[in-house]
């Protein structure tokens, strides 16, 4: 690693670079001994697989008919990407109270690697998990895509980004709490109502007027509708701009929010990290 900050862009931005994929290992090789957070990350979704698919799933029956259960995966699949800003949020928690944020400002590291490192090993997770989701909505739920190869890649590649974006999120939120246990109450507590506040699970058509305006504004809504649409599963009405255009929308948040919160999770890593 180089001891001095390179002079040039072209050297400063390679210097980032190599920096970025150095704390991305260290987070892969923390995994190795923490083997039951990764379990955790791989049953949660063929519980929450069975419990909707074959529990709520008998009662429930969708306005335009078709199978429930490939309406369901696409929306189990967002929840787990949205919900991958928990566990961003309490690993930066957690790195911050126990110092390790104020020894890598000691080390000549790029600022911005420290963040970015981790978001990639954080964003590979999410690759595991949509591949196991997806295995187990094969065998467990009988979900199937009915698209083509390459708009059924295009549904996990936007699912992916919204999942990245979603861990910018949470490492920003992490770095204004003491420790992981108030991290994972300051993210959970709001974000898991919010994937129910979706289309995820439900369709809206059943929703009041006021609550299916939020609904179908809510990010999570159009996340799913475009992942729905790209693999070819059912969907419910769209009554809303953000509904009618799922795919240009899903893309327009994500992006929204990594322009957003990454600068600011930087900024503030910067101030955090200082006192």
């Known amino acids: ?21 150095v704390i991305a290992g260290r987070s892969y090789s923390q995994l190795r001994t923490q083997p039951g957070q990764i379990a955790a990350e791989l049953v949660a979704p063929v519980i929450m697989t069975i419990l909707f698919g074959y529990v709520f799933g008998s009662a429930i029956s969708l306005p335009g008919g078709g199978d429930y259960r490939n309406y369901l995966m696409p929306g189990i699949f967002m929840q787990v990407m949205a919900l991958s800003a928990v566990a961003a949020a309490t690993s930066v928690a957690e790195d ?22 981790r978001s990639v090993a954080d964003m590979s997770k999410d690759w595991l998990s949509l591949a196991t989701m997806s295995v187990c909505g094969l065998l467990i739920a009988g979900w199937r895509p009915h698209s083509t190869p390459l708009e059924t890649l295009a549904g996990f590649a936007l699912l992916a980004l919204f999942g990245y974006a979603m861990i910018w999120l949470g490492t920003y939120i992490g770095l204004f709490v003491k420790n992981g246990a108030q991290a994972d109450a300051a993210t959970f507590g709001w974000l898991f109502p919010m994937t129910f506040l979706a289309n995820a699970f439900v369709p809206l058509e059943g929703l009041p007027g006021w609550l299916r305006a ?15 649409e790209l693999f070819g599963n059912p969907g419910s009405a769209a009554a809303s701009w953000p509904l009618q255009h799922p795919v240009t929308a899903s893309l327009c948040w994500s992006l929204l929010i990594i322009a957003v919160f990454a600068p600011l999770a930087v900024r503030r890593y910067r101030t955090a990290a200082s006192r």
Not at 96 to 109: H, T, Y
Not at 214 to 228: E, K, L
């Open 96 to 117: 911050m109270a126990r110092g390790i944020i104020d020894r890598f400002r000691a080390q000549p590291i790029a600022r911005a690697a420290v963040l970015a490192g």
């Open 214 to 228: 939020i609904a179908d504004w809510n990010p999570m809504s159009a996340v799913v509708s475009a992942a729905r």
């Open 1 to 21: 690693m180089t001891l001095e900050p390179p002079a040039t862009r072209a050297q400063r931005l390679r210097w980032a670079l190599s920096d970025t994929f």
